[in-house]
């Protein structure tokens, strides 16, 4: 199963974050969460730019191993119901767009909510704390998803051959 998490796989999050709030490594936990709240119930997620190079991703990973994808939809400080509803109907409408299924989700509360997923398979991210919280749970890697979906595709593919190297399901050196 590959995972996905949205922001910024899906839409350009961080630099719609920027352009219109400033630089979230420059706020305190109060600001960010003020500048959160001011967005709640806005065109926010409506105007936001679509990463394409996700869609790519997710088309692929239909085609990939068990063929299973799943979307994780980490909850904002502020309003997470609003949030995610706003998420979900991007993700559809991106997915209608593309002639692509509408997926199943979960939307993480806590981080513990989230960790709980990270048994099933390789999550796609492109969020530094979901990545460093995934990978320290022990089970599989997440990978890492910029504008270059061959990389993000590569690194899943590593991702897959090294869970399975480290969990005796094939001999190391047999490419998955």
């Not at 910024?8 to 109060?30: H, I, R």
Request: with cysteine; aromatic share 12%.
């Amino acid at each position: 199963m590959i995972l996905f998490e949205y922001n910024n796989v899906f839409a350009y999050f961080t630099e719609a974050f920027q352009e219109k709030l400033g630089e979230p490594s420059m706020m305190t936990k109060d600001e960010y969460d003020a500048a959160l709240a001011s967005i709640v119930k806005t065109d926010f997620y409506d105007v936001m730019k679509p990463k394409m190079s996700g869609i790519e991703v997710l088309r692929w990973a239909l085609t990939y191993g068990d063929k299973k994808v799943y979307l994780l939809l980490r909850n904002e400080k502020k309003s997470p119901s609003w949030v995610n509803q706003r998420k979900l109907l991007f993700i559809d409408a991106l997915c209608a767009a593309n002639n692509l299924p509408r997926f199943d989700f979960d939307a993480c509360k806590t981080d513990a909510d989230f960790l709980a997923h990270s048994a099933r398979g390789v999550l796609v991210c492109g969020n530094s704390n979901s990545q460093e919280l995934w990978d320290g749970a022990g089970h599989w890697r997440s990978t890492w998803h910029n504008d270059d979906a061959a990389l993000t595709i590569q690194a899943i593919k590593n991702a897959t051959q090294t869970y399975a190297i480290q969990n005796g399901l094939i001999p190391e050196g047999e490419i998955v």
